[in-house]
């Protein structure tokens, strides 16, 4: 993708999350999932800041997950010589400080703990990256970029239909939007970088 | 050795990004309900008081939805019945434009214009099911009281209730017409099929094997919402649903459901029940599925306690397995003699008769070979199908994942295309039933497949829709 190309999609970015940020109507869930002691008042509506065991899971590998980003991200910053790379993963450092700052507030306020950890499979992947350079690191953090998006996405899909707290469903239909915009600049890069054709959204 | 150990390090170097990715792959999955439904936690009361206290703010939500989508008045095409001769046809384009837009300046634009703009009516969109978050099969109120009536059978939720107006439904109960009696005309007798009155309608028209088909087709058996468990939604337990439960007289009542072909819940798009008529002709089968004969469906969806792609929730609730050589076959053979209704301006090759069609319709027909682009994939020769998947990428022309009413619409992908013969007689149109008419159809196609047709075309195109 070149500069203008980037700036571009960075900017659509901005415009949906604008849209979607807007209120939107609290979840009218399916009652059978609900915890045993969720609290409902009226019935039909689980009282404010409640959770179920999908929001606590939820925000434990959200969170991981922007925490995986960043770290990432600031590896490709000092390692990669691509400036579109580059680029990219400047913008996902930021995009994913601030989602995480957004989530631990919500999570502070549904008394919901973040991860303190980083999973396994995220510190493999680091490990790897850590021991790359040049081109082989780009392919592995665009490949290593493409996975944790894809399960980001479900992750959010997920939590949106899934979960019982509305703050936390309403930051995951919004942060989808978003992750699947990174989700288009990550396939636009890899069909550059890999010169094989583009796939999933890049091919709209 | 060495050559061997060179081969080896080779190789290694080679596939390095490779078994990198290996390691990953092995790593955690997801939570295991993004794929498994959850068990129920809560009593049954509990879940039914809550499901009933949400109900109407449900169908309050899809109410402002559709409404902000469609028209949806009772404007009838004068003149024009499905084939039962019950039921009139609807008229005009019901799909609303964004504000300050008309049909003309949209088909200007390029889609990329289009999707930046927000400029895609809400209507093309992908239409969400009434409560996505539990889905399931909701039933339309007619077949509810009829079954009530004849079988007294509850098929009515208590979390959720049909949501379109009937008179954008397909007639009840549909007409009847056989592939092995086509004298007869409709054999329905103007009643629905039930278990109570099947033996007494069919008899002498049908065959034994047949006849035992069409006993399984309306035998209920457990399903996902209707079932004895506590996880249900239908007051009292319940013996289940029967295949044409939704497929009245082997046509559609427009009775919906979610797809079983995706995960997670909140991207399953709604199912709109298609017709089984000329299901004979039909070479593939499930929207997504691409089944290779009826007997793969017909045997399957009783293993998933009915299009939920969920075998291990539908074995909690009591499963069918229907005997494949003799129960299946049987079921079949029954829905393979299921006609088209009479289209009496096509010839046998599926060209409209020039001697009985009007100036119009030939028009229409000239349209959907050439210029509309329709034929390139509803082949006349083959009832109006080609027996493949397209995908239409809409996705060009909006933002996905945006969340509306609990349904996060993601790409379609590639779908079956289904027939048009006798397709007056099947709204709401396309797979979710998202267009409510045939005109919505036309100017659908028209923005998607960048045709750029006149109004008089259009309206040609649709004349001849109306005969097939």
Known sequence: MNAFAFRACVAASAVALAGICAPAAAQLGNPAGWAPTTMADPPGKPAPNRTNVQDELFVQLASAGDRFEIQASELALQKSGNDGIKDFAQRMKQAHSDTSAKLASIAQAANVPVSKSTPPDDQATLERLKSLDGDGFDSAYLQAQLVAHQKAAQLLIWEAGQGQNGDLQRYAAAALVDVLAHMEAIQRLLAEHTTVGKQGLATR | ?468
């Open chain 2, 1 to 468: 050795m060495n050559r061997k150990f060179a081969l080896c390090a080779g190789t290694t170097a080679a596939t390095a990004f490779a078994v990198a990715l290996a390691v990953d792959a092995g790593a955690d999955p997801l939570p295991p309900d993004t794929t498994y439904r959850p068990l129920p936690t809560l009593p049954f009361s509990t879940v039914r008081q809550h499901d009933e206290a949400m109900k109407p703010e449900v169908m309050e939500r899809q109410r402002a939805l559709l409404n902000q989508r469609y028209d949806l008045s009772d404007r009838p095409i004068p003149g024009v019945m499905m084939s039962g001769g019950r039921k009139a046809v609807q008229a005009g384009v019901r799909v609303k434009l964004p504000q300050g837009a008309t049909w003309e300046s949209l088909a200007e634009l390029s889609p990329q214009e289009i999707r930046e703009r927000g400029l895609l009516p809400d209507g093309f969109k992908p239409l969400p099911h009434v409560k996505q978050t539990a889905g399931g099969q909701i039933f339309p109120q007619q077949q509810i009281d009829t079954i009530q009536q004849m079988e007294q059978r509850d098929l009515r939720r208590f979390d959720a209730d049909f949501d379109l107006p009937a008179h954008l439904t397909p007639e009840f109960p549909p007409p009847i017409f056989l592939t092995t009696r086509p004298e007869l005309g409709d054999v329905s007798r103007g009643q629905l099929l039930t278990i109570r009155n099947f033996y007494e309608i069919m008899n002498g028209i049908v065959t034994p094997v047949q006849m035992e088909g069409l006993r399984l087709l309306l035998t209920p058996f457990p399903q996902e919402e209707f079932n004895q468990t506590e996880d249900r939604k239908v007051a009292q337990q319940s013996l289940g649903v029967t295949c044409l439960d939704c497929h009245s007289n082997f046509h559609s009542n427009a009775a919906f459901h979610l797809t079983p072909d995706l995960r997670p819940q909140a991207v399953r798009f709604r199912l709109d029940t298609p017709s089984l008529r000329g299901v004979f002709a039909q070479q593939i089968h499930g929207s997504k599925r691409s089944l290779r004969s009826l007997e793969d469906f017909t045997e399957f969806e009783q293993r998933t306690a009915y299009f939920n792609g969920d075998h291990v929730s539908a074995t909690r609730k009591g499963v069918h397995l229907p005997d494949r050589a003799n129960q299946v076959a049987m079921m079949a053979q029954m829905q393979n003699i299921i006609d088209f209704p009479p289209a009496p301006k096509l010839d046998p090759g599926g060209a409209l008769n020039p001697a009985l069609a009007t100036q119009q319709e030939l028009e229409g027909e000239a349209l959907f070979m050439g210029k509309g682009r329709c034929a390139e994939c509803h082949l006349p020769q083959t009832a109006f199908m080609d027996q493949t998947m397209h995908d239409l990428k809409l996705e060009r022309f909006y933002k996905t994942g945006a969340t509306v009413n609990d349904f996060i619409a993601i790409p379609d992908g590639p779908i079956k295309t289904f027939t048009l013969r006798g397709i007056k007689d099947t709204p709401p149109y396309m797979h979710d039933g998202r267009l409510m008419t045939l005109a919505d159809t036309v100017e659908f196609f028209n923005l998607i497949l960048g045709l750029k047709l006149t109004q008089q075309e259009k309206d040609a195109l649709l004349a001849y829709l109306l005969v097939l």
